[in-house]
């Protein structure tokens, strides 16, 4: 199990999108060839939900500013 801490400490420590969204991309990866779900991936990766630069702003801010 991930906790709020660990996830925190590992994205906060991302230094830009593109790494954050290469970061995003093979964890999803991973995941598909374990579950064979790619509906997931596409809604995340639609340009709708834009929820790389979500989660950027998430943690590229601090606790006050969150």
């Given at each position: 199990m991930i906790t709020y801490e660990t996830s925190h400490d590992?994205?906060?420590t991302i230094n830009?999108?593109?790494t954050l969204r290469?970061?995003?991309d093979t964890?999803?990866?991973i995941a598909s060839e374990m579950?064979?779900?790619t509906k997931a991936i596409e809604s995340f990766q639609s340009k709708e939900?834009?929820?790389y630069?979500?989660?950027w702003h998430l943690y590229k801010h601090t606790e006050?500013?969150?």
């Open positions: 590992f994205f906060s830009s999108k593109k290469l970061v995003i964890i999803f990866e579950t064979r779900e939900n834009d929820v630069d979500k989660i006050e500013k969150r």
